[in-house]
């Protein structure tokens, strides 16, 4: 499957909702996420102090981001951890392979990372010719399929299982024949047990970043991480410069909040901190330890007054609930972060002119902002960005004049009126049986889905009809 | 590394958060005092656990289903661990071999006709590890790494035992932060802090939840009275 691009949002839409069987596949996963996760927020009262408590660690550690993280620079090199600083991911990607270079370095195994995918690390490490393992069972599957992750925690939710039954047995060395997914499971287990075991390089993204120690965290179901970073002579960690935290302490309350958000269980099964490279007579452990802190697009949201963007944990909630995504799937977006996060990050990430479109999809109906663990108002940066796309005009022409004619419109109430009424006698002309199938000028809605039939009168009638109707009844 | 490039991409990094947040203040006693308020809410912000006592939270969290894969039972002393190791094995049709950890305290026990020292690369064994610490909030068990504590030890088998002194359990994920912030400032932080809630589990094929995904599949806690 080819990476779809961002500025072609409405043609990865159209391609999207074409798919008969998408929307069904990615609902699977994401109903069952809400339904779980619904219940992990009624099992746990305190989930609101929770949330308040760590949305403040998140807003304090951006608050003073220079001292954390040179705080964490500073421990992390006494860990006896190489720290790398990079300003782009292209830069970043640069650093990771000149290590592996360095190290000869044939096979790599990599934990699942959405930064890494950010920074483009899959594609510069195939291109360089290193064999690269993607160990997360999501990930080895969409590695398997050639595609990009069309979600943050369940990258390979558009696939079937019988997608995923054709691409083991063709590409496992002992697949399995049985159907069953406990099987399938089992053959990727016999699969990458001995790519574990024989990499050179095992690279991981972090969950947090712990300042006061220089720790990075992992937190994985798999238990992949550990089976990346421990076998290997070095380890790589790649991690945003958002990821910061001021200690353990201030990580265990979004942990708290990260996998009710994300699974809807209580705690992931694997949290990890890694302090450095093994110790001396340490029983296993890399050698080397190297950490590349990444900034791409991060600090420019701090100087747009994005900076409450910083505080996403990377959870999938805002996505599991966004009625968009739940029709259009991750790929549409033509981004590595889909969703409503995902239309904020990209505009940082890549740019605000090839990434409006989908600042635009938004229904604003504040689901996202409702979930997110960490209360992010990504309704209000939306429009925030929304407003600035309109003023660097990236909006094509037709809208713009649209959009203006609507204003002229709305300024004069008697004849907003009139073509309302008009609108409404328009669209009775093309329905049948409460749903209008096509119609003059709105093929973008009816190409995927009827429009529902207005009311016989407008907003402005029924409210006067019924204002009338109290004020004759009141006498 | 290419120093150069390493100096100005940090450099660029610092000013680029400077130019954001010119006003910041850099007092350490005050952003120390911060930091320190936002952990005072964390007693309002946890969930209640399962029973006031730490290992009684531990065990009724984990016999309620709440840690997947995972059982545990109550010995009374370590000689008991060898009996509940046999019992472990028959239960699931294994054969009389496991690796256990290479710790004194495990290793000089009577294992009797049980072989201890399997090759766990090898898919289909049992490990028994000797876990630092046990948290009721979440049913894990604590392991770092060190000379006597591979971490692969925990990742490798199928089937997991880990023995938990009853003394170091735990109530939240906030009490074993501290030790770890004690360790630190004796320099004693080990490479590794596992927090293990669980087994080796995947949701990634149409949302099923599969165990033993890489690691374990069935995971037994044996928390040990004497210690
Ligand atoms: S924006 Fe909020 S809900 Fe969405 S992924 Fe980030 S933390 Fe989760």
Request: proline share 5%; with cysteine.
């Amino acid at each position: 499957m080819h990476a779809n691009k961002p500025e072609n949002f409405y043609q990865n839409v159209t391609e999207a909702l074409a798919q008969p069987d998408l929307k069904m596949i990615i609902r699977r996963t994401t109903d069952k996420a809400e339904t779980k996760r619904a219940e992990a927020i009624a099992n746990f009262p305190e989930f609101e102090k929770a949330r308040q408590q760590g949305q403040k660690v998140k807003d304090h550690t951006i608050k003073y981001m220079d001292h954390y993280l040179a705080e964490f620079e500073k421990n992390a090199a006494a860990q006896g951890t190489i720290v790398h600083w990079a300003s782009t991911g292209e830069e970043a990607s640069k650093i990771v392979l000149d290590i592996c270079r360095q190290h000869e370095a044939k096979k790599v195994t990599r934990s699942k990372s959405m930064l890494g995918e950010e920074i483009g690390l899959s594609h510069a490490l195939d291109n360089s010719g290193i064999e690269r393992v993607e160990t997360d069972l999501a990930e080895h599957i969409i590695q398997l399929a050639g595609d990009p992750p069309s979600h943050i925690v369940w990258p390979a939710m558009h696939r079937s299982r019988e997608d995923v039954i054709k691409l083991f047995r063709e590409f496992h060395k002992d697949p399995t024949y049985s159907e069953e997914i406990t099987d399938l499971v089992r053959s990727a287990r016999r699969d990458l047990r001995t790519k574990f075991l024989t990499s050179d390089i095992g690279i991981s993204g972090s969950n947090f970043l712990l300042a006061d120690s220089g720790s990075s965290c992992t937190v994985t179901n798999e238990g992949n991480a550990e089976l990346t970073i421990t076998p290997p002579k070095v380890h790589i960690v790649t991690a945003g410069i958002e990821k910061l935290v001021p200690s353990m302490a201030h990580a265990v309350p979004l942990l708290r909040l990260l996998t009710r958000s994300a699974t809807g269980g209580e705690i992931t099964q694997y949290i990890t901190f890694h302090n450095g490279p093994k110790r001396p007579n340490d029983a296993d452990g890399p050698e080397e330890c190297h950490i590349v802190l990444v900034d791409n697009g991060r600090t420019k949201m701090l100087a747009d007054g994005m900076e409450e963007m910083l505080r996403c944990i990377r959870c999938g909630a805002c996505m599991n609930h966004c009625v968009v995504y739940k029709h259009i799937g991750g790929h549409a977006y033509g981004s590595v972060y889909p969703g409503p996060m995902g239309s904020v990050l990209t505009p940082h990430l890549d740019s605000l002119k090839v990434a409006n479109k989908q600042t635009h999809a938004c229904t604003l109906n504040g689901r996202c902002e409702e979930v997110c663990p960490v209360n992010i108002p990504l309704p209000k940066l939306l429009r925030a960005l929304r407003a600035e796309s309109w003023q660097k005009k990236y909006e094509p022409l037709t809208n713009r004049y649209v959009v203006k004619a609507y204003a002229q419109l709305a300024k004069r109430p008697r004849m907003f009126q009139f073509v309302s009424s008009c609108g409404v006698v328009f669209m009775k002309l093309f329905s049948r049986q409460g749903w209008i199938k096509s119609m003059p000028f709105t093929g973008g809605w009816t190409r995927n889905r009827d429009l529902i039939e207005p009311e016989s009168k407008t907003f402005m009638q029924q409210y006067k009809a019924s204002k009338k109707a109290k004020s004759s009844g009141g006498r | 590394m290419d120093n150069k490039r390493n100096n100005e991409s940090r450099e660029r990094i610092f000013n680029a958060i400077k130019a954001a947040a010119p006003t910041v203040s850099m007092d350490l006693d005050i952003i120390q005092k911060e930091a320190q308020d936002i952990l005072a809410e964390s007693e309002f912000a946890r969930p209640k656990l399962l029973a006031e006592d730490a290992p009684e939270a531990l065990v009724n969290r984990i016999n309620a289903g709440l840690v997947i894969g995972t059982s545990c039972e109550i010995v009374a002393s370590l000689e008991d661990l060898p009996h509940s190791v046999n019992q472990f094995l028959n239960k699931y049709s294994l054969p009389p071999e496991l690796k256990v950890q290479n710790v004194p305290k495990l290793q000089s026990l009577n294992w009797e006709s049980l072989s201890i020292d399997v090759d766990l690369q090898k898919d289909n064994t049992v490990g028994m590890c000797w876990a630092e610490y046990g948290v009721a909030e979440t049913g894990s068990f604590v392991v770092h790494s060190s000379p006597e504590m591979p971490i692969l030890l925990n990742f490798l088998p199928l089937y997991l035992i880990a023995v938990i002194p009853k003394s170091k359990i735990l109530h939240y994920m906030d009490d074993y932060a501290l030790i770890a912030s004690e360790i630190a400032n004796r320099g004693e932080t080990p490479r590794n802090m596992c927090l293990i809630s669980g087994v080796s589990g995947t949701t990634d094929i149409e949302g099923v939840l599969v165990q033993g995904a890489h690691g374990p599949e069935i995971s037994h806690i044996i928390i040990v009275e004497d210690q």
